[in-house]
C-alpha cells in the first residue's frame, strides 16, 4: 500500500521547459561535429563517427507519424528513472496517440531474451514521480558478443521499433552507441538514443552537465550524514567512518562535504596526486582524533568516498595486478571460486603477486584480502565498493592509535562506528529538480527518434536557472568515447568524469575544509523537501551551481 507522500507525488506535474512545451512545432537542426578525422575510433565507429550535435529548435506545426518505441534501464538505480519513462510516454501520446512504448524487463538481458511489456496510462500511471526501476527492473547484462548483437537487432525488428531508449550510465551509453552503429551496418531502421542516468555524478562533460540521480541521493546521503553530525556532538564519543556510494569518483563525498560540513572528507583523486600511502591516511585521521581529544572533542565524522582505495598507491598497484592476473587467465579465476577456505584462496593467489604487491596484500585484515578476491564486475575487475574502506581505516587507525600511546602521547577514547551510504540513495522518491529534469529528458529521447537521430545521448543545459530557462540537444555518443583497458584488451567506453585538482569545485572545497576539522560547524540540511517555498522546492547541488560559475568568475587564489 502507497503512503501518503507517495500519493501525493503521483499528482504533483513536472516542469517542463518553455521549449518542449509544444512539442509538435519542433525540429532537429544539425550543427557542428565534435570530432575530428582520423581517430582510431572511426575504424570502430565508421557510420556514427562524424554525426554532428543535433539543436532541437522551434519549426512550424508538423503532423507526426506513430511511433513504436522501446525502452530500457540499465545498471543501478538512479531516482527519477521513472519520470524518464513518463516523459517519453507523454511525449509520443503528444505527437500522435497512436503512438506506443514497451519496456524490456530486467535490463538488457530483456532485449536479447525478446522479454517486454507494453506500457500503458493505466500501467504507468502509479509509478509517476516515483524511486526504482521497479516497473519493468533493470540488470547488468551486456551486450558484447556478436550472438548478443544479432538477437537484439532480431527482436527490434520483430517488435518493429522506431526507437530505443537506453537509460544507464557510462558502460550502458557505450553499449548504445555499439547498437547504433551495429543497427545501421545491418540495416535495422531502429534509431538508438541513450539517457544520462547515474548517481556517482561521473558521466558529465562540456555536454552533459550532470546526470539524473545525483541530486536526489547526494541530498539523501547528505540528510543521513547531518543526523549522524548531530548524533555524534549530542552522544560526544563515536567517530564515525562513513563510507559514500560513487565508483570511483568522489564526486558524492565533495557534494555531501559541502552540504555537511563533516569534519574530514577524502577526495580519491587528490590522494591519487598526492601519492598518499594507507600509512598517510592513517597518520591523517590519528593525528585528527588526537587535535579533537586534547580539545576534549572524542567525537567526529569522516566521509570515505567508495573508490578512495582504488587511488592509494600500493592498492592501485595491488588491484591492477589482481585485475590483469584474473583477466589474463580465466582458469586463475576459476580456481579461486573453487577453493573453499579462506586461507586456501589466499594461499593460491599470493605467490602470482608481485614483491610489492605481496607486502601491500599480507599487511591487510584477512577480510579484506577475500573481499578483494571475491566477486568481480562484468568487466572482471576487482569490485571495489564491496571493499570494506571504512572498516580498514579504523583498523589501521587503531593500531596507530596504539601505537602512539606506547610512545607516551597524548591519550584518546576512540570509539569508532563504521557506515556505508549507498542503496538508500539510488531508489528513494525524485527531487523535484531530478522529476523535472528527468521528465524532460524522456521528451527529447522522443524528439530525437522521431527525428531519425540513431547514436545519441539526450543532453539539457543551463540546468542551473529556472526549468522554464532549460535548452535541449542531442549529443553523439561517440564523442564521449575513449579507448580503456578491459579484460586486458583495448575497448571503446565512455570516459568517467572524475575530480579535477584544478577544477573552481575542489578549489572552493580546499578552501574551507580546514575550519570544519576542529570546529563543530555541523549542517543537517534535513531530508528531500518536496512542498514549500521555492528555494526549497527547486534547490540545485553545490556541485550542479557551482559548475556553473566556473567561467564566469576570477581563479580562487
Known sequence: MPSLLQNLRREYVPTLPDLLKDINTLSISPSNNLLEKHSPLEKIFPKTYQQPRLSIVKDKIRKNSPLRIGFVFSGGQAAGGHNVVTGLFDALKRMHEGSRLWGFIDGPK??????????TYEILAPYRNQGGFDLVGSGRTKIETKEQFEAA???????????????GGDDSNTNAALLAEFFLEVGIRTKVV?????????LKNEHIEISFGFDSATKTFSEIIGNILTDALSAKKYTFFVKLMGRTASHIAMECAMQTHANLTFIGEE?????????????????????RSKQGKDYGVILIPEGLIEFIPEFKQLISELNKLLAADERHALN?????????KIDYVYPLLTE???ECFSSLPEEIQIQLLLDRDPHGNVQVSKIDTERLLIETVK???????KKGQHPVKFSPQPLFCGYEGRACLPSNFDANYCYALGHVAALLINGGATGYMCSISHLELPTCNWQVAGIPLVSMIHLEERHGKMKPVIKKALVKMEDRLF?????VRDQWRLDDDYVNPGPIQFFGPESLTDCKTWTLMEAKKHDLDPPID
Open 153 to 167: 537487432a532480431q527482436i527490434v525488428k520483430e517488435l518493429e521499433l522506431d526507437g530505443l531508449v537506453i537509460v
Open 356 to 358: 610489492e604487491s605481496k
Open 110 to 119: 530483456g532485449i536479447i531474451e525478446n522479454n517486454a511489456k507494453e506500457i
Open 399 to 405: 593500531s596507530e592509535l596504539a601505537n602512539r600511546h
Open 336 to 344: 579461486i571460486d573453487k577453493l573453499n577456505q579462506k586461507n586456501e
Open 507 to 511: 578549489q572552493q572545497f580546499a578552501a
Open 271 to 291: 590522494v591519487q596526486t598526492e601519492r598518499k600511502t594507507l600509512k598517510e591516511i592513517t597518520c591523517e585521521i590519528t593525528d585528527l582524533v588526537i587535535e
Open 194 to 202: 541513450g539517457v544520462p542516468k547515474t548517481i556517482d555524478g561521473d
